[in-house]
């Protein structure tokens, strides 16, 4: 700590140091090795060598994905979802939170009861899956929008949120003739900015990276996301290949496609990274500690 | 608000009409439910009325015969699975699953936090943290891929390295063996960093005067974070203790879907990954009804049970 009078770096600075550094690399690794062959000229890449950096450059392996219609398709479908969905669940999470703070409204204390049972108890995978079924929404992207709508952690920290602003301003409002909604519209939306901007960040990274959802509600591989797409290239390809079918469109070694197609899964995450660390910090403590 | 306090001594005044006091009441809160509508009707739809799934698994589910159509069978399809050797090796594997990570896991987020605790220098100290934070974002999806890339027999790069100094692979994706320990591995990758967060925010807490005087005294850092730190935290890390306890019956059911392979089968399949194999790929949904209900059963015993602890402990639990 800096409470510690010396300034001077002892042997135990040093040994801290040197493993922090080393977990860092641990962590930083496989995105550098990925990044490293994904940009690999295919015609320079040597399957059994390993470079930190490619030795020559290129973005083939990039062109050659985004021409394939398998993966516009796929992104095309996790960027309705995410839209869509971040959308839907950011207005229907703020308004539920919102009168959920309201302790005069009758059957207030039944709804609250209503979102902390979801927190400890689900109906589980096949319950979902019928519904899901006799809703017809199978082979739908709404069954991926409709499943992640909202859920009682978020409600419950946006709750927190809106709990903590100063109930004067809403109360100004009431006396100049602002009914209730236009009270939320014009008064607890725009307090709210700092809560919505995270939850968007939220919402958008749990749509974008959502796996088993699209795994069980959509067997149709036209309808795939970016995850379940990603999952057969890399995964279920281990063994076969991908670059076993002999046609041209085949010529480049099927690691550095697969790397450019995990790159690909995950650039939107490291773009809005810096923001999600920002707000999630403050989130995850809002949500474990006070929940 | 204002509209509402003062309609309340009226109100008060006329106790022998509650009931026009409360639609009154309702009444006056008519937007308040508009705004919640979508909200009550989306957990009703979602996650109440697949609850009414459950009673499936007191049936004997005919998909042409829906759910009025099918047999109710009793507590059959629970007996079959007590009865069943599948049901014992899922329980196995959940403990099992959950005690590699109580064990390995637990622990090094504290570890890592009382290390980042005693960096002076801010820069390397927050390069630090948005590096070990950062795998907590990526899907498993893409965890799973990059350890493929990094020990599969054919592309990984570790087995690149052991074949490079002449030993033979070494299969640790279809090892039996290894499956625990891999998993724990891939979870302390993605979590470990970012678990680090509520006890760095624990250390944030303490009185630097108790590190004066520790220094004051003669402690070294060693003694300074056993004596001062560790105290200090000690409550954070028993309130985590006993809520991670009340997931033994969860897992990382995605995680294992993905990591799953025909040669682990026997130390892979739990609970959630069974209810998927045989509901929605096998189409035995009363059995997979079954599973599910038991494990949703247990683990809300459990997690109610942890919270019983904690909040006797003084502590607010989760809510």
């Known amino acids: ?291 | 608000m204002e509209i509402h306090t003062q309609t309340q001594p009226i109100a008060e005044r006329e106790r022998s009409h509650s009931g026009s006091r409360l639609w009154a009441a309702m009444v006056q809160s008519k937007s308040m439910y508009a705004l919640a509508l979508p909200g009550i009707l989306y957990l009703i739809l979602f996650k109440f009325v697949p609850l009414w799934g459950l009673l499936i698994a007191f049936k004997e589910y005919n998909p042409f015969q829906g759910f009025w159509g099918s047999r109710w069978i009793g507590f059959t399809n629970f007996s079959d699975l007590f009865s069943s050797e599948v049901f014992y090796l899922m329980l196995r594997n959940t403990f099992a699953i959950n005690i590699f990570s109580i064990i390995f896991m637990f622990p090094l987020p504290i570890l890592l936090a009382l290390m980042l605790n005693e960096i002076r220098h801010e820069v390397f100290k927050r390069i630090n943290q948005s590096i070990v934070y950062l795998p907590h974002f990526l899907s498993w999806v893409v965890v799973a891929s990059m350890t493929f890339f990094m020990l599969s027999t054919d592309i990984g790069l570790i087995n690149k390295l052991i074949s490079g100094m002449g030993f033979g692979p070494v299969s640790f994706l279809s090892n039996p063996n290894l499956f625990w320990g891999l998993l724990t591995a891939q979870s302390m990758w993605k979590e470990v960093g970012w678990g680090t967060i509520i006890f760095l925010a624990a250390m944030a807490g303490v009185d630097p005067q108790q590190y004066e005087a520790a220094v004051i005294d003669g402690a070294s850092r060693m003694k300074q974070i056993w004596h001062v730190t560790l105290p200090a935290i000690r409550p954070t890390i028993i309130i985590l203790l006993i809520l991670r306890l009340g997931h033994m019956a969860d897992v990382g059911f995605e995680q294992i879907l993905l990591m799953n392979n025909p040669l682990v089968n026997s130390v892979s399949q739990v609970f959630d990954t069974y209810a998927y194999t045989i509901g929605v790929l096998g189409g035995k949904i009363s059995v997979g009804v079954t599973v599910g209900t038991f494990k949703g059963v247990v683990g809300l015993i459990l997690v109610l049970l942890s919270n019983f602890i904690v909040k006797k402990l003084g502590q607010e639990g989760i809510y």
């Open chain 1, 1 to 291: 700590m800096s409470y510690v009078a010396t300034k001077k770096l002892t042997v135990f600075d040093y040994v801290n140091y040197s493993l922090l550094a080393v977990i860092s690399i641990a962590c930083v690794f496989p995105f550098i090795y990925v990044f490293s062959v994904s940009f690999t000229d295919p015609a320079a890449y040597v399957p059994l060598q390993f470079y930190l950096f490619p030795e020559k450059w290129s973005l083939a392996a990039y062109k050659y994905i985004l021409s394939t219609n398998s993966f516009l398709n796929a992104l095309k479908s996790t960027v309705y979802v995410t839209g869509i969905g971040t959308a839907l669940s950011i207005i229907i999470s703020f308004t539920f939170a919102y009168v959920l703070t309201k302790k005069h409204i009758p059957g207030r204390k039944l709804m609250l009861g209503a979102v902390v049972f979801t927190l400890v108890f689900n109906a589980g995978i096949l319950p979902n899956y019928l519904l899901m079924k006799e809703m017809g929404l199978l082979n739908s992207h709404w069954s991926l929008i409709l499943s992640g709508l909202t859920n009682a952690w978020s409600l419950l920290v946006i709750k927190g949120f809106l709990d903590s602003l100063p109930p004067e301003l809403e109360d100004a409002a009431r006396i100049d003739g602002c009914s209730d909604i236009g009270v939320f519209w014009r008064i607890v939306i725009p307090l709210s900015m700092p809560a919505i901007a995270a939850f968007v960040l939220f919402f958008a990274v749990s749509y974008w990276n959502t796996y088993f959802n699209a795994l069980i509600y959509l067997s149709d591989a036209k309808k795939w996301t970016l995850q379940v797409l990603v999952k057969s290239l890399v995964i279920d390809s281990d063994s076969n290949g991908v670059g076993t079918g002999g046609s041209d469109d085949r010529v480049l070694p099927q690691e550095t496609i697969r790397m450019a197609s995990i790159v690909l899964a995950m650039l939107p995450i490291l773009i809005v990274y810096p923001f999600l660390q920002k707000h999630f910090a403050k989130g995850v403590m809002l949500g474990s500690v006070k929940g």
